[in-house]
């Protein structure tokens, strides 16, 4: 018999479903860690204990048990920090976590720390509260440049991001103003090394550039157009594409709820 190890860590709650008649199973990005499953025990029955624990993006501190050679870890305590009651007012704002919860699921190997990724999640989620807190109307209209924000760094710190300032195949830099195009992977090229496709803006580039120095408040204060934002959107999700080799759901299901809600 193999001897279990006691974690602790904050982390933030990813996804729960169903495992058996009264049990759950949590994915958790814990901060000592990075991504963990574990069984959470009694978690559908009537004495669930754990609350808001196991809903998306709650900040959580959790104690759980790991044995050698399993891939499941056993929850033993999970308390909530912060909870999102704010953004669960919001379907459109609940949505776009489901998103980046996602992101975040499928872009990290499991148990590998991630500090980084654990503050942008941090940030992340505040930011959306921050703009809540200032009217809904408002905190759906800053939600593409929000997401711009979050989805480029998690590309960024998966390692998927491409070098926005030079060409990816000859590695020639970019005049500011000199024009590009987008190889069929969202990778940046210069016109001599790709002779067609789409071409891309230098605001695009810029924005790129804005999001990976500033703060998501800074950012947010002086956000590229919709346009551009809408560019950027596109090119990630080609990285994304080529990362994971499928479209995530939760990105479909965020982007038709806000369409249905921003008028
Ligand atoms: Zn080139």
Not at 80 to 98: E, Q
Not at 208 to 213: H, L, P
Request: aromatic share 8%.
């Amino acid at each position: 018999m193999t001897a279990a190890t006691l974690h602790s860590s904050d982390a933030f709650t990813l996804r729960a479903y169903d495992y058996g008649e009264a049990h759950k199973i949590v994915v958790l990005f814990t901060r000592a860690d990075g991504l963990i499953r574990a069984v959470a025990h009694g978690a559908r029955s009537a004495k669930n204990k754990y609350g808001a624990a196991l809903e998306l993006l709650s900040e959580v501190a959790v104690a759980y048990r790991e044995r050698e050679g399993r891939e499941l870890a056993q929850l033993v305590t999970c308390d909530v920090k912060r909870a999102r009651f704010s953004v669960a007012a919001d379907p459109s704002a609940m949505a776009m976590l489901g998103y980046w919860a996602e992101l975040t699921l499928e872009l990290f190997p499991p148990r590998e720390p991630n500090d980084p990724v654990y503050r942008l999640l941090a940030v992340g989620c505040e930011s959306v509260e921050r703009r809540l807190a200032l009217g809904v109307g408002a905190a759906r209209r800053a939600q593409p440049a929000l997401a711009a924000y979050v989805e480029t760094w998690l590309l960024r710190l998966a390692g998927f991001l491409p070098a926005w300032g030079r060409c990816a195949l000859c590695g020639t830099t970019f005049k500011p103003e000199s024009a590009a195009r987008l190889a069929t992977d969202g990778t940046p090229a210069c016109l001599d090394c790709l002779a067609v496709g789409q071409t891309i803006d230098p605001s695009a580039r810029r924005a790129y550039a804005a999001i990976q120095r500033l703060a998501p408040g800074d950012f947010l204060a002086q956000a590229p157009t919709a346009s551009v934002l809408e560019d950027l959107a596109e090119i990630n999700q080609r990285l994304l594409q080529a990362a994971l080799e499928r479209p995530l759901k939760s990105y479909a299901v965020w982007r038709r709820l806000r369409a249905e809600l921003v008028e």
